[in-house]
């Protein structure tokens, strides 16, 4: 049974940073592409950031220099380091594993955590 369990989220100030972590179970966690989303109320679940095994990184557009993901395997976690965080970076913070072919489309990832809620305050 695939599990993960994404914490580290709070309530930040502009400007500041937050880690969040990502704990994998259930499947081989180094075969996968893992992925960060967020959700904000009322708005369609988007693209952050994505890993894969090897090292290659993606990142939307919107936090690019801010954001860092990065991934140990051998804790099955992935990490996802905000730094400079802005009022609209405010969502729930999703991780996944990649079981498609578009890394940034949230159709391309089949199961997801509860998430964790980053809340920056402007």
């Known amino acids: 049974q695939v599990r993960l369990r994404e914490s580290g989220g709070g309530l930040v100030q502009a400007g500041g940073s937050l880690r969040l972590s990502c704990t994998a179970s259930?499947?081989?966690?180094?075969?996968?592409?893992m992925g960060w989303f967020r959700q904000a109320p009322g708005e369609e679940r988007e693209f952050v950031a994505a890993?894969?095994?090897?090292?290659?990184?993606y990142y939307a557009d919107s936090v690019k220099g801010r954001f860092t993901i990065s991934r140990d395997n051998a804790k099955n976690t992935v990490y996802l380091q905000m730094n400079n965080l802005k009022f609209e970076d405010t969502a729930v913070y999703y991780c996944?594993?990649?079981?498609?072919?578009?890394?940034?489309?949230?159709?391309?990832?089949?199961?997801w955590g509860q998430g964790t809620q980053v809340t920056v305050s402007s």
């Open positions: 259930g499947f081989t966690f180094n075969h996968y592409v």
């Open positions: 996944a594993p990649r079981t498609g072919s578009s890394t940034d489309k949230p159709a391309a990832y089949s199961t």
């Open positions: 890993a894969r095994s090897g090292g290659t990184t």
